[in-house]
Nanobody, 113 residues
Framework: QVQLVESGGGLVQAGGSLRLSCAAS????????MGWYRQAPGKQRELVAS???????NHADSVKGRFTISRDIAKNTVYLFMNSLKPEDTAVYYC???????WGQGTQVTVSS
């Protein structure tokens, strides 16, 4: 069973940048899609960005032009590059493999104004 471990979260000022990493314990090649989601307090978990095996990406409107998802098959790692961070980006960010129940434990991102 593949496990996912996120890292790279933290506290950053508005306008700053972070890079989140999602390292898989096994190959991610078999997953058609990998995604980053986030959940803010009192809100539902939402899709932030996804990338397919063929490197086709999709980003939520709220992060387009600021966030970029990428997938390194050789390293079994998915990244989320986050620039121009806003306080409303504050949330726990989760990595997901495929569209089933394989999730990481989450990493907290806090953006101060």
């Amino acid at each position: 069973q593949v496990q996912l471990v996120e890292s790279g979260g933290g506290l950053v000022q508005a306008g700053g940048s972070l890079r989140l990493s999602c390292a898989a314990s096994g190959s991610i090649f078999s997953f058609d899609v990998m995604g980053w989601y986030r959940q803010a307090p009192g809100k539902q978990r939402e899709l932030v960005a996804s990338v397919t095996r063929g490197h086709i990406t999709n980003h939520a409107d709220s992060v387009k032009g600021r966030f970029t998802i990428s997938r390194d098959i050789a390293k079994n790692t998915v990244y989320l590059f986050m620039n121009s961070l806003k306080p409303e980006d504050t949330a726990v960010y989760y990595c997901r493999a495929g569209l089933g129940s394989l999730w990481g434990q989450g990493t907290q991102v806090t953006v101060s104004s």
